[in-house]
């Protein structure tokens, strides 16, 4: 039997790798849909650019538009990944929650009315547990955060899942299966989060130093292509063992740091944002701050499977893949070491 | 020199590891420990007894809170690292995760906040978890009320020791008290600051900073004989009430036995 698989936004990166891993699979037609056509292959040189191009079906949608609808009822999809959630900055910010949460609501009217829907997959993130220091170290998947986001990415998310417990509710016979994913790290990746960290000098928040989380990609588009094949209904938490403090990640880099107290920092990135170039908004800010750890193990329980990078793994590839290996503080520390010997 | 170039070479290149509540072993026994040693050892000379009662596994210490400043958490902390070879995991008060600098310190220090969900997580880990449950109450307490406790708060980590199914150590801490002699209040100053006190002692902040100096009182600690406890009664209200109200008194009793011990705060 063949499954009929319908991924929303392989225009960018990960969505466009989960289309090519389940379009390599013979028993799945895949259909993408997508504001832009995926990615040009050059940097997913393993997946296959051009074959991706042709075992791939794309179809141009925006979904806020009912559009949608038709797609769905017209290519008897049984399957849906829900992969567009937009984090910023590049769009305004009605723009964005537009896109986020209306698409949302779009894509999932479609689902309801559908005969033919199974399952549906959607990639959210940890963003829904905010980042405040009155939270607990690590959170389940049944934590209550102490403040939950208020604006911005983290908002839409709290929104967007709401929209999908309700429909889980409406459609008991769809197995519906929300992902929470912490920072995507690897070679591939262009977000705010990898943005930062291959500038020149880090900005970071005066008498803070978060605990940061990160799941390797190869490892987020595993965790999509077993939920998108597989029922595994419920929500997950989904990030790499282990924490990585973000005095860590700069020394591993070896990049120096320009500590800036918090109301500066959010200035800073005010200014920032006209350049387009990294996410200072009021969560990154919070979390920058207080950070934020996730428990993976129910997922890990459920799939039995481990992830093959943890935390430091993840972050470490991603350092390898941009040749951030040089370190000076490291070298003047071993010049000096030398002398003294 | 050569462990001390490769500690420098460690943590200049990021290479160590902290755990997901971002404990930080290395810095912790290499640095804040080191500096408090000479304070343990020589300044409060802290004698302990009952450190067979520390079981081997999981377990939650649970102490009596006071000094205005809370030197009392690291000195246990000193203690349980030396004598018992363990590393206690301190619950504290969301103030401290509010502040800049004292935040990641204290999770680097292996603290996290006074919250059930880490205390639980810890405790099914094996670690030793070290509670105050006066809170601001005992450590901010007038110095007249000395060595008597205050209200256990709603027991919250009664029923988190049975949930985990670990022992209670009950831990009286004689000297603490004696630090720093609160004789007052600057209330509405405290209040603009956001602190839950602002304290003035016989030398604070009289003298400035030399007011924050600690008096050498002379420290014991001791460990009671470990509570059991066991799960199923976690969500009784009267159960738990009960064990709170037992261990609160086996603490009291063992904190005016070893205030006798003691005699004298400043005696030699």
């Not at chain 1, 939920?227 to 790499?240: I, K, L, Q, S, Y």
């Not at chain 2, 999981?58 to 004598?83: R, W, Y």
Request: charged residues 20%; proline residues 7%; contains cysteine.
């Amino acid at each position: 039997m063949t499954h009929t698989v319908l991924v929303t936004g392989v225009g960018r990166h990960i969505g466009a790798r989960v289309a090519a891993v389940l379009a390599a699979d013979p028993g799945i037609r895949v259909i993408g849909v997508d504001t832009v056509p995926p990615t040009s292959p050059e940097r997913d040189g393993r997946d296959g650019g051009a074959q991706l191009r042709d075992s791939l079906e794309f179809v141009h949608v925006d979904l806020r538009s009912p559009d949608i609808t038709r797609v769905i009822a017209a290519c008897d999809i049984d399957t849906v990944v829900h992969m567009s959630l937009l984090s910023g900055p590049a769009l305004s910010r009605s723009a964005m929650k537009e896109h986020n949460v209306i698409g949302t609501l779009q894509l999932l009217a479609a689902c309801q009315r559908s005969d033919t829907v199974r399952r549906v997959v959607v990639r959210s993130s940890t963003v829904v547990y905010g980042s405040s220091p009155l939270d607990p170290a690590v959170f389940t998947e049944s934590s209550e955060p102490a403040e939950p986001p208020t604006s911005g990415y983290g908002k839409d998310t709290v929104e967007v899942e709401g929209f999908v417990r309700g429909f889980a509710r409406r459609r008991p016979d769809v197995a519906v299966t929300t992902l929470r994913f912490a920072n995507l790290m690897g070679p591939g990746v262009d977000s705010p989060l990898t943005r930062f960290f291959t500038q020149p000098v880090l900005p970071t928040v005066l008498g803070f130093d978060p605990r940061l989380q990160f799941i390797h990609e190869d490892d987020a588009v595993e965790v999509l292509r077993r939920t998108a094949t597989e029922d595994h209904p419920g929500t997950f938490n989904a990030a790499g063992d282990g924490v990585l403090l973000l005095s860590q990640c700069v020394r591993r880099a070896g990049r120096p740091t320009l500590p800036v107290p918090g109301p500066a920092f959010r200035l800073l990135g005010e200014l920032a944002r006209g350049l387009d170039q990294v996410d200072y908004s009021p969560e990154q800010v919070a979390l920058m701050s207080h950070g934020r750890a996730v428990d993976s193990s129910r997922l890990v329980a459920e799939l039995g499977w481990t992830f093959a990078y943890d935390t430091a793994a993840a972050y470490a590839d991603f350092l390898r893949s941009r040749g951030l290996t040089s370190n000076l503080p490291l070298a003047v520390v071993d010049a000096l070491a030398g002398l003294v010997r | 020199m050569k462990e001390l170039l490769a500690f420098v070479r460690r943590r200049v290149s990021g290479d160590y590891e902290v755990d997901e509540f971002g404990y930080d072993p290395e810095l912790t026994d290499t640095v804040l420990l080191e500096l408090l040693r000479p304070l343990y050892r020589h300044w409060f000379r802290v004698e302990t007894s009952g450190l067979e009662h520390v079981p081997a596994d999981g377990a939650l210490i649970v102490a009596n809170h006071s000094g205005t400043l809370p030197l009392d958490a690291l000195m246990l902390q000193v203690c349980l690292h030396d004598e018992a070879h363990r590393a206690v995991r301190l619950l504290a008060a969301d103030l401290v995760y509010r502040l800049p600098t004292l935040s990641h310190l204290s999770r680097k220090f292996g603290h996290t906040l006074a919250c059930p969900e880490d205390a639980d997580r810890l405790l099914r880990k094996g670690e030793l978890v070290g509670v105050f449950p006066e809170g601001f109450k005992g450590v901010g307490k007038p110095f007249t009320h000395r060595y008597r406790l205050q209200r256990f708060g709603r027991g919250g980590f009664v029923s988190t020791a049975m949930r985990a199914g670990v022992p209670i150590v009950p831990c009286a801490i004689v000297g603490a008290e004696e630090i720093y002699p609160k004789i007052g209040d600057f209330t509405l100053l405290a209040r603009m600051l956001g602190l839950p006190y602002l304290p003035m002692t016989p030398f604070f902040p009289w003298l400035g900073a030399f007011g924050l100096i600690p008096l050498p009182s002379k420290w014991l600690i001791e460990f009671g004989e470990p509570i059991k406890t066991t799960p199923s009664d976690a969500d009784d209200p009267m159960t738990v009430f009960n064990l709170t109200d037992q261990v609160r008194e086996t603490l009291q009793h063992q904190l005016d036995a070893l205030r006798e011990r003691r005699g004298p705060a400043f005696h030699r």
